[in-house]
């Protein structure tokens, strides 16, 4: 595949710790009740094909999901991103942390497989807050 991130540091496998849950990673970001519908949807409409099997059904419907995390993204701290999008975020920020969560789509089995930092390293103040589709998509209610 050509789309390859170049500024990837800090991996952190999270395969020997089975204790890392979700529930530890959104702390603060996603309320604990809503985590497994939130993620199920994500898993839905951003999931990439994992490309191996459901360690849990065995089915190939695995997915991944990349959220972004870090001060310098101001509001789309959280966001989730594709793998295209992560080689255009690396060259526009300084640093910030990428979280990579398997969801099966069968059984719901998610984990949060590895974290990674991405950016040039050049410190930027976070970008001015601004309107996206993304914010209609998760609040929903955005008056007129
Ligand atoms: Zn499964």
Avoid at 15 to 32: E, Q, Y
Avoid at 44 to 66: T, W
Avoid at 88 to 110: M, P, Q, T
Wanted: glycine share 8%; hydrophobic share 35%.
């Amino acid at each position: 595949m050509a789309s390859q991130v170049r500024t990837a540091r800090g991996f952190i496998d999270y395969s020997l710790d089975k204790r890392a849950t979700l529930l530890n990673l959104f702390k603060g970001v996603v309320d604990a009740c809503d985590a497994d519908p939130y993620l199920m949807r994500a898993a839905k409409y951003h999931g990439e094909k994992a490309g191996r099997n459901c360690p849990v059904c065995k089915k190939d419907r695995l997915v991944e999901i990349r959220y972004i995390f870090g001060d310098q993204l101001g509001q789309f701290s959280g966001r989730i991103k594709t793998p295209e999008e992560l080689i255009e975020l690396e060259k526009e920020f300084g640093e910030f942390a990428v979280y990579i969560v398997e969801v099966c789509r069968d059984c719901s089995w998610n984990h949060l497989c590895t974290s990674f930092l991405l950016g040039d390293g050049r410190v930027r103040k976070p970008p001015r807050r601004q309107r996206t589709l993304e914010d209609e998509d998760f609040s929903g209610n955005l008056g007129s």
